[in-house]
């Protein structure tokens, strides 16, 4: 027979759970001490402030960009001293869809903190409440709607110690919340693994762009180019000598009749779509007329494009036909060219293209810079070799990021379940 779920302040639970306020599983709630920037030295005692929380729900500890308080205050300002272990809460938020207000993170180094102001220090009493439990429960999307919705809004959104101290949690018995704690750190455990994956992956194919781009494969005689030691097989050419260039352009958008015609079109909108390799679908579609009734022109599959204005730099490969709005440039290959190399290469310089742009409020490249970009261009064997072995590298990337998306989605699925109790774990 199924436990009778109740209908309490902190939501529906089992009625084994009890639904208690903040303040009842508390020693004391501490909040942070107004550090004057006068008093900041370059070595001492790091002060913890509310970046230090990320949107993950993590301590973020980052030794550079961190405030130092003088060792010598230690003792005057004891009751501000965190450590390992220790729980802490966002209380002000200036994000704009306010995902931090009400966020907790456990310190997870070793080391002695301050305790700035605007973060709260949560000293838990353990014989009621397991401080990874709670840390879960601090980042479960009801708890973040609550603290929302109590915080006084505005361009700065502000809990008050009250408003904490009188919100409510589920809780569970000790063990059971121990239980649904480790369940949780387990699946978080594997998903920083593939972050490490990732990034060891994502270094890997940076230096294999580096090497390959520039020295090519098995090499051993070199000359000199604008752009440094390249293989003396190699050419330096202009881009337009090795791909057709075209610009896009925008339909009339009071023509109804040229839009919503199944035409994927590629606007400022889809910015998020690029640099993933490829691109397949665009947030707008026009139509067949659209296309005859202005200088939009339609792409084939294979096209690179590459954005010229807002996330100037940003480069795809078209997986079907499109067009693309002036907000971008597209270059068709032929057999002699590869398409995967020139995204690559076009990766490769995106520093280069945001150094030249200019613009105050959107910053753009001009058409005329792209008519004299040079490239340094090997046969097209090796541009395939090269282009082959790059690809293989961002396989593995999404592979990973796959893996890491399912694993989100499992946790996601796991904190709403377990922590409101319609999953039950064995104690």
């Known amino acids: 027979m199924s436990e009778l779920i109740v209908k309490t302040k902190a939501g529906l639970i089992p009625s084994s759970w009890s639904s208690t306020k903040i303040q009842d599983i508390l020693l004391e709630y501490q909040n942070g001490y107004a550090f004057s920037a006068k008093g900041y030295v370059k070595h001492g005692i790091p002060i913890v402030s509310m970046a230090m929380i990320s949107l993950k729900g993590r301590f973020k500890f980052d030794d550079n960009k961190c405030k130092y308080w003088d060792s010598k205050e230690e003792d005057s300002l004891s009751r501000y001293l965190l450590q390992k272990g220790d729980l802490i809460i966002a209380m002000t938020d200036v994000t704009p869809n306010k995902d931090l207000i009400g966020k907790m993170a456990v310190i997870d180094i070793d080391g002695k903190f301050l305790l700035n102001q605007r973060v709260g220090h949560l000293k838990l009493n353990k014989e009621l409440i397991n401080v990874s439990y709670l840390s879960y429960i601090g980042n479960s999307e009801n708890w973040l709607k609550n603290c929302r919705n109590i915080a006084s809004q505005g361009a700065q959104a502000n809990l008050g110690t009250k408003q904490i101290l ?75 000598e090795c791909a057709i260039r075209a610009s896009g352009h925008t339909p009339n958008k009071k023509e109804d009749s040229y839009y919503n015609g199944g035409i994927k079109w590629v606007s400022l909108g889809d910015s998020k779509r690029l640099d993933k390799r490829y691109i397949s679908k665009t947030k707008i579609e026009i139509s067949e007329e659209g296309i005859k009734n202005s200088s939009a022109v339609l792409h084939p599959k294979g096209t690179v494009l590459m954005s010229r204005d807002a996330g100037v730099g940003k480069s795809a490969v078209m997986k079907t036909e499109m067009a693309v709005s002036q907000h971008f440039i597209v270059w068709k290959c032929d057999d002699n060219f ?58 593995k990337l999404d592979v990973l990021l796959g893996k890491k998306a399912t694993y989100q989605e499992l946790k996601k699925g796991l904190t709403q379940q377990l922590l409101t109790g319609k999953v039950r774990v064995k104690v």
């Open 338 to 395: 590869n398409n995967w190399f020139l995204y690559y290469t076009l990766q490769q310089l995106k520093p280069l293209f945001e150094r030249v742009a200019v613009g105050s409020t959107i910053k753009t490249i001009g058409l005329g810079f792209f008519k004299k970009l040079k490239i340094a261009v090997p046969p097209i064997e090796e541009q395939n070799k090269i282009s082959k072995i790059l690809n293989l590298a961002d396989d």
């Open 166 to 240: 009188e919100s409510y949690i589920p809780l569970p018995p000790l063990l059971e919340q121990q239980k649904i704690a480790d369940i949780l750190s387990t699946v978080d455990a594997k998903i920083e693994v593939i972050d490490q994956q990732i990034t060891e992956t994502q270094e890997l194919k940076k230096g294999l762009m580096q090497s390959l781009l520039t020295k090519g494969i098995g090499h051993t005689k070199f000359k000199d180019s604008p752009f440094g030691e390249i293989p003396k097989s190699w050419e330096v050419k202009l881009l337009d």
